[in-house]
């Protein structure tokens, strides 16, 4: 795997080069505090999930902010002809079934992170299911990230890219064109869960806690209250 502190390479520069053009064709930005995002050293971007399109709209947000974004992408990507091999040339992550390989998975964006790289992660696993669209329980493999590296953890909240590519629809809805707004708040106090053991309660509220922030950063974004307690899939609830 290449080095994520390192440069961009010549590919890389390429599909920045076709890729930020058409977004700034067809989409509108609001980003703030972005001060928040830190220029130099390991650091993982917690987000929520709205869109497929996400991952496209939060590289743009990162790249322009001074950061090169590595993502854990599903395997079956990487095995595409042309756009698995660019995407593995991109430094980004394969994330593999089976819970050995999950963890190796996990293993290589503890190495990229320690190696000063910018991780985005989606704790929530997949697009929300949130009928308004907020943040749904949390995943704690983020918290378990960062607990063992002692990165910063950046919540980070965006809005509108599910009109851009709303879920459950092929092909994206530019016109007219979509602002997409992202907020960067500041790091994640974690210091509370610093040499507890981690495994069940610890990882479970330290994942409470960045989900928490997310939400917070999204309520500033929309101007509205988000929900009391989040939304859980079902097969979360009966977990």
């Known amino acids: 795997m290449s080095r994520p502190g390192r440069p961009p390479i010549p590919l890389e520069a390429l599909v920045v080069a076709i890729v930020k053009p058409l977004l700034l064709l067809f989409t509108r930005r609001d980003w ?3 001060d928040n995002l830190p220029r130099a050293g390991g650091v993982i971007i ?11 709209l939060l590289s743009h947000y990162a790249y322009v902010n001074g950061r090169w974004p590595v993502f854990l992408a599903k395997s079956g990507l990487f095995e595409i002809p042309v756009i698995g091999w ?25 190495d990229a992170l320690r190696e000063g790289a910018c991780v985005i992660f989606y704790p929530e696993g997949t697009i929300t299911r949130d009928p308004g669209h907020w943040p749904m329980m949390g995943k ?16 980070v909240a965006h809005w509108g890219a599910q009109e851009l590519l709303p879920y459950g629809q092929k092909a994206p809805r530019p016109f007219p064109r979509k602002t997409i707004r992202v907020v960067a708040g500041p790091p994640v106090d974690l210091s509370k869960y610093e040499g507890l053991p981690m495994r069940g309660k610890v990882l479970k509220d330290a994942t409470a806690d ?20 989040p939304f859980a899939e079902p097969e979360t609830r009966a977990g």
């Open 210 to 229: 960045i989900m928490a922030a997310i939400t917070a950063q999204l309520g500033e974004l929309r101007g509205e209250k988000a929900p009391d307690v």
């Open 32 to 34: 703030r505090d972005r």
């Open 86 to 110: 660019i995407i593995r040339k991109c430094r980004q992550i394969p994330v593999l079934r089976g819970s050995t390989d999950a963890a190796r998975s996990l293993r290589h964006a503890e």
């Open 46 to 56: 917690a987000a929520n999930h709205l869109s497929w399109s996400d991952p496209l």
């Open 140 to 155: 704690t493999g983020v918290a378990r990230l960062a607990l063992v590296t002692g990165v910063p953890v950046i919540p």
